[in-house]
C-alpha cells in the first residue's frame, strides 16, 4: 500500500508538471500565431510584388517561372519522404541571375582546362612507355 503522504508528493509533481506543459503549449501557440500571421503578410507582399515586377518584365520571362514551379509538383511523395530521412536538405543559394551566369561560365572553363589535360595526358601517355601521372604538368 502507498502511503498518503507519497501519494501527495506524486500528486503535486503531476499537477507542476501539467501546469509547466500548458504554459509552454500557450507559447507555443502564440509562436505559431505570431509566424502565421507574417507569413501571410510575407506573402501578400512578395505576390504583389511578384506581379507587379512580371508586368514590367517582358513575357519571355514568365514561362520560365512556370516551369520552375511545375518541376517541383512533379516528383512523387515518397521521393521526398527518403530524402528528408536521408539527411540534411541541401542548401538554395540565392544568387542573381548575373552571378550564376558568372559562376556557370567558371565552371565551363573548368571543365574545359579539365578536357585539355586529359587530352593532353593521354597524348604524352601514348608517346613515352615511361610516363606516369605524376610527369603531367597542371594548367596555371
Do not use: C, Y
Not at 42 to 47: F, R
Not at 49 to 70: C, D, F
Amino acid at each position: 500500500m502507498a502511503k498518503v503522504k507519497n501519494l501527495k508528493k506524486r500528486i503535486r509533481r503531476l499537477e507542476a508538471r501539467l501546469q509547466k506543459g500548458a504554459k509552454k503549449l500557450a507559447k507555443l501557440k502564440g509562436k505559431l500565431e505570431a509566424a502565421s500571421t507574417a507569413t501571410a503578410g510575407k506573402t501578400k507582399a512578395t505576390s504583389t510584388a511578384s506581379a507587379e515586377k512580371a508586368r514590367k518584365s517582358s513575357n519571355a520571362t514568365v514561362p520560365i517561372q512556370k516551369k520552375r514551379r511545375s518541376a517541383g509538383d512533379v516528383k512523387p511523395g515518397s521521393t521526398v519522404k527518403e530524402l528528408r530521412v536521408a539527411g540534411k536538405k541541401k542548401r538554395k543559394l540565392n544568387l542573381t541571375p548575373e552571378r550564376r551566369a558568372q559562376l556557370a561560365a567558371a565552371m565551363k572553363a573548368r571543365w574545359a582546362a579539365k578536357r585539355a589535360a586529359a587530352a593532353a595526358n593521354t597524348q604524352h601517355g601514348s608517346s613515352g612507355p615511361g610516363f606516369s601521372s605524376g610527369d603531367a604538368s597542371e594548367p596555371q
